[in-house]
């Protein structure tokens, strides 16, 4: 029972598959994203608001993404000797000082004190507050996995 019309097509199909996986996966060329670094004190960063319970002089910059979607990275900065009030964020935080002196306390835990280069992760939901001791300016890189939110907590007193 050799048949030489399916033999000659069990032969070609390779080849027919072969060319049609290439044309369908060369049509679609990938985006290729563009590498990116930034320097905090780089004078084309866009520096925006800070919700209005952090302190006066606060300022953001995004770096990376957008704050309404997932995975964002931020450079947030505070004046010196300010205070930033009891908060928390839905996302848990990746954070790294880069410049000042940042004392940070997560609740249920001891002060940490963030000198540059220092590493701190923040548990999502975890209220904590901070302080920039420093005479200049805190500015730490912030990498969120949810969009951006910030949300202040109500002291007993008030």
């Given at each position: ?23 369908f ?15 905090a ?10 919700p ?10 995004v ?8 995975n ?12 930033i009030?009891?908060?928390?964020h ?23 004190i ?9 548990p ?35």
């Amino acid at each position: 029972m050799d048949n030489p019309i399916i033999g000659r097509s069990l032969q070609v199909f390779p080849f027919l598959l072969l060319g049609l996986i290439s044309s369908f996966t060369s049509a679609q060329t990938p985006v290729i994203e563009q590498a990116l670094t930034q320097n905090a004190d780089d004078a084309q960063i866009q520096w925006g608001p800070c919700p209005p319970f952090l302190p006066e002089g606060c300022a953001i910059a995004v770096l990376h993404g957008d704050p309404a979607q997932d995975n964002l990275d931020v450079f947030f900065k505070v004046p010196a000797k300010s205070t930033i009030p009891l908060h928390w964020h839905t996302s848990p935080e990746r954070m790294v000082l880069v410049a000042g002196e940042l004392h940070l306390t997560y609740d249920g835990q001891e002060m940490a004190i963030l000198r540059q280069g220092t590493y701190a992760y923040g548990p999502a939901k975890r209220p904590h507050h901070g302080y920039c001791a420093s005479a200049d300016p805190c500015v730490l890189f912030i990498a969120f996995e949810s969009p951006l939110d910030a949300v202040p907590v109500e002291s007993a007193g008030q």
